[in-house]
């Protein structure tokens, strides 16, 4: 089979996407369904940024889904319609995120792990950046879709975090299993790109960067006095 062969076969949907959508969808439900009925209080006594935080959270993978079943069902149409309206919801999310991590920051007893307070506000700040990169790069690929979908699951398990924090706290499990799952995923990911490119894709080699590039300012630029004073210009 020659390449335009095989790339007019891999434009169509992939059953594979909707799976993927499905399960990150899966993973925030449970991550942040767990953590609202663990409440004393239950749910309702979350602030309303909250709900609407999470909310618009979850639409975002619900469309990735549905994006990712439109092109399976042969329905492009309507998916460039949606997909127009994802930058909407894309703005929404950072929007909603940076009012979360500032809501965070005034709270002392915030921490992410064994983190301090200031160095836990790393961790929500980059998964919204690389988040941004990656949706940012899926739209200008929006004409080649083997890179535009793997580039629009990419925002979708970069962001994915607090849902996985949430999860493993839920079920019990130590901090070090987060970045596990997570890598999981990507190892889902290139092994697909594997089976059916033969090769890691260019796109999913790139996710990985970003996702140990965020983990390194983590664990290094978030323990520095400089970031101290930048999350404060930031977060106040």
Do not use: C
């Amino acid at each position: 089979m020659d390449a335009e062969k095989i790339s007019a076969k891999l434009s169509k949907g992939e059953p594979f996407f909707i799976v993927m959508g499905l399960l990150l969808t899966a993973i925030v439900i449970s991550g942040f369904g767990a953590s609202a009925l663990s409440l004393p209080e239950g749910p309702a006594s979350l602030p309303l940024l909250y709900h609407i935080h999470g909310l618009i959270f979850l639409t975002w993978f619900v469309l990735f889904t549905l994006q990712a079943s439109l092109i399976r069902n042969q329905r492009p149409v309507l998916h460039q319609a949606l997909g127009r309206l994802s930058l909407i919801l894309a703005v929404a999310m950072l929007l909603a995120g940076y009012l979360m991590m500032r809501s965070a920051y005034r709270i002392p007893s915030f921490s992410i792990g064994s983190n301090s307070h200031i160095a836990s506000m790393m961790f929500p700040l980059t998964d919204l950046i690389n988040f941004a990169i990656a949706f940012a790069l899926g739209l200008r690929h929006r004409t080649n879709s083997i890179a535009h979908k793997r580039l629009m699951l990419l925002a979708g398990i970069l962001i994915l975090d607090p849902a996985v924090a949430r999860l493993v706290e839920a079920i019990g499990a130590q901090f070090f299993f987060i970045p596990i799952i997570e890598l999981g995923l990507f190892a889902i990911l290139i092994s697909y790109d594997r089976l059916r490119l033969k090769r890691p894709h260019w796109t999913s080699l790139f996710g990985l960067v970003l996702f140990f590039t965020a983990m390194a300012a983590k664990l290094t630029l978030a323990q520095q006095p400089a970031w101290a004073d930048f999350a404060a210009l930031l977060f106040s």
